[in-house]
């Protein structure tokens, strides 16, 4: 296998249903720094409700279809969380548990048509609501439990609906 010179220095792997390695290349710099401002915006929402947990991308999550997944940012709730590491197994491995909010961005080098298939992935694996951020085309692809797929623009309001009661982004102010 041969790893291009960005490559070989820090390569986040996910494992998916079928349980393929795959091998992502780290985030550019601009792309890190916005999920870094949006991160901080739900970990500041977080801090004030102290409803439950906010992780970054270094956290792995098994999926009950044995996929591995580590979503840029993801929430879940206290509840959830606490239950889930009642499971001393589950405090060595990558828990089995699904956050109930995730955000992915699709970074220059991702397929909007790969990443779109990782969202639906989290949302039949029980994800209550997700959130696509498509970097280059300046759209967000907000998936919901019902199913349904709302898009919207970067200067759209993006709420955490009942997910994050009283969570509000757009995208255009963190810019």
Same mark, same amino acid.
């Given at each position: &296998?041969?790893f291009s010179?960005?490559?070989r220095?820090?390569? =986040?792997?996910?494992? *998916?249903?079928n349980g393929?390695?795959?091998? &992502?290349?780290?985030?550019?710099?601009h792309?890190?720094?916005?999920i870094? =401002?949006?991160s901080f915006e #739900?970990f500041?929402?977080?801090?004030?409700l102290?409803?439950g947990? /906010?992780?970054?991308s270094?956290?792995g999550?098994?999926?009950?279809n044995?996929?591995? +997944?580590?979503p840029?940012?993801?929430?879940?709730?206290k509840e =959830?969380w606490?239950?889930?590491?009642t499971?001393?197994? *589950?405090? +060595? +491995?990558?828990p089995h548990? #699904?956050?109930?909010f #995730?955000?992915? #961005?699709?970074?220059?080098?991702?397929?909007?048509k790969q990443?779109k298939?990782?969202?639906?992935?989290?949302? /039949? *694996?029980?994800?209550?609501l997700?959130?696509?951020?498509?970097?280059?085309?300046?759209?967000?692809f907000i998936?919901?439990?019902d199913?349904s797929i709302?898009?919207?623009?970067?200067?759209d309001?993006?709420?955490?609906e009942?997910i994050l009661?009283g969570f509000?982004? +757009?995208?255009k102010d963190?810019?």
């Amino acid at each position: &296998m041969h790893f291009s010179e960005e490559q070989r220095h820090v390569l =986040k792997i996910e494992r *998916n249903a079928n349980g393929e390695i795959i091998f &992502m290349s780290p985030s550019f710099p601009h792309i890190s720094k916005f999920i870094a =401002k949006i991160s901080f915006e #739900v970990f500041l929402w977080n801090k004030k409700l102290k409803t439950g947990d /906010v992780f970054d991308s270094s956290a792995g999550f098994t999926l009950p279809n044995k996929a591995v +997944r580590s979503p840029d940012i993801s929430w879940l709730s206290k509840e =959830k969380w606490d239950l889930a590491m009642t499971d001393e197994a *589950n405090k +060595r +491995r990558f828990p089995h548990v #699904v956050p109930e909010f #995730v955000i992915e #961005v699709k970074s220059d080098s991702d397929s909007l048509k790969q990443q779109k298939e990782k969202m639906e992935e989290w949302m /039949v *694996n029980g994800c209550l609501l997700s959130w696509l951020i498509d970097y280059q085309g300046e759209k967000v692809f907000i998936y919901k439990k019902d199913g349904s797929i709302d898009e919207k623009s970067y200067d759209d309001a993006l709420t955490g609906e009942n997910i994050l009661p009283g969570f509000s982004l +757009r995208i255009k102010d963190i810019l």
